[in-house]
């Protein structure tokens, strides 16, 4: 992940072409290794003072005293400068590495998201979904583990519907609606856990709906 942070400016003492060694802190600013641990990645942008044409603009690589160069942009075009003479170095967000909104708030500089799980999304999730997976029942069930809604007839009969564990489910809700009959409708916990600190829990009227919740310890009612 790219570390930034702001007022960081240092001169560099190494030259040409290695890797930047550095000198003093510029007055009024940090220093590279006040703000990064060895490991971390950084933008960075260091120009010759003599000399402002000659500059580069890269991510960078802090081994905990040097930052390793990989150019991004340069005054030689994407080539890393022979610097000599004086040269400082700070911490920077390259345009070519930004990612911005225009003025409706609508990012339009990327047309795709890679994840680290290297799936790539290129349209925008909204949350919303048309349908959610139901079970009408009319007798003892186990959830499934795709149910999201189950309604219950108890017509014929009590009916027990069977919890899966908690552990593993967490942040899953259920919903459960007792829609006609007149024998209990009651849910059951699963091994030791439990619903709101009890093993059990019936729906007390016809026609009521129950959310559970699960924190992957136990499940709760909402």
Same mark, same amino acid.
């Given at each position: 992940?790219?570390?930034?942070?702001? /007022?960081?400016?240092?001169?560099? &003492?190494?030259?040409?072409?290695?890797?930047?060694?550095?000198?003093?802190?510029?007055?009024? *600013?940090? &220093?590279? %290794?006040?703000?990064?641990?060895?490991?971390?990645?950084?933008? *960075?942008?260091?120009?010759?003072?003599?000399?402002?044409?000659?500059?580069?603009?890269?991510?960078?690589?802090?081994?905990?005293?040097?930052?390793? /160069?990989?150019?991004?942009?340069?005054?030689?075009?994407?080539? $890393?400068?022979?610097?000599?003479?004086?040269?400082?170095?700070?911490?920077? *967000?390259? $345009?070519?590495?930004?990612?911005?909104? %225009?003025?409706? +708030?609508?990012?339009?500089?990327?047309?795709?998201?890679?994840?680290? %799980?290297?799936?790539?999304?290129?349209?925008? *999730?909204?949350?919303? /979904?048309?349908?959610?997976?139901?079970?009408?029942?009319?007798?003892?069930? &186990?959830?499934?583990?795709?149910?999201?809604?189950?309604?219950?007839?108890?017509?014929? &009969?009590?009916?027990? !519907?069977?919890?899966?564990?908690?552990?593993?489910?967490?942040? +899953?809700?259920? /919903? !459960?609606?007792?829609?006609?009959?007149?024998?209990?409708?009651?849910?059951?916990?699963?091994?030791?856990?439990?619903?709101?600190?009890?093993?059990?829990?019936?729906?007390?009227?016809?026609?009521?709906?129950?959310?559970?919740?699960?924190?992957?310890?136990?499940?709760?009612?909402?």
């Amino acid at each position: 992940m790219i570390k930034l942070f702001d /007022r960081v400016k240092q001169n560099i &003492s190494s030259s040409g072409l290695s890797n930047f060694s550095f000198g003093s802190v510029i007055e009024g *600013y940090r &220093s590279f %290794d006040s703000v990064l641990s060895s490991g971390d990645i950084t933008y *960075y942008t260091a120009e010759n003072i003599a000399a402002p044409y000659q500059w580069e603009i890269g991510s960078g690589f802090f081994d905990g005293s040097q930052l390793v /160069r990989y150019p991004v942009v340069s005054s030689s075009g994407v080539s $890393a400068i022979n610097f000599s003479g004086s040269v400082f170095c700070f911490i920077t *967000y390259p $345009a070519t590495g930004s990612v911005h909104a %225009d003025g409706n +708030r609508h990012v339009d500089n990327i047309s795709s998201v890679e994840f680290n %799980d290297s799936t790539t999304q290129v349209t925008a *999730y909204t949350g919303c /979904r048309t349908a959610l997976s139901y079970q009408n029942i009319s007798s003892h069930y &186990s959830v499934g583990d795709n149910d999201e809604m189950i309604f219950a007839d108890s017509t014929s &009969s009590g009916i027990n !519907i069977l919890l899966p564990y908690a552990s593993g489910n967490g942040g +899953r809700q259920l /919903r !459960i609606k007792w829609v006609g009959g007149d024998n209990q409708v009651c849910i059951l916990a699963t091994g030791s856990d439990t619903i709101d600190d009890s093993v059990s829990w019936c729906i007390n009227y016809r026609k009521e709906s129950l959310t559970l919740i699960s924190n992957n310890q136990n499940w709760h009612l909402i």
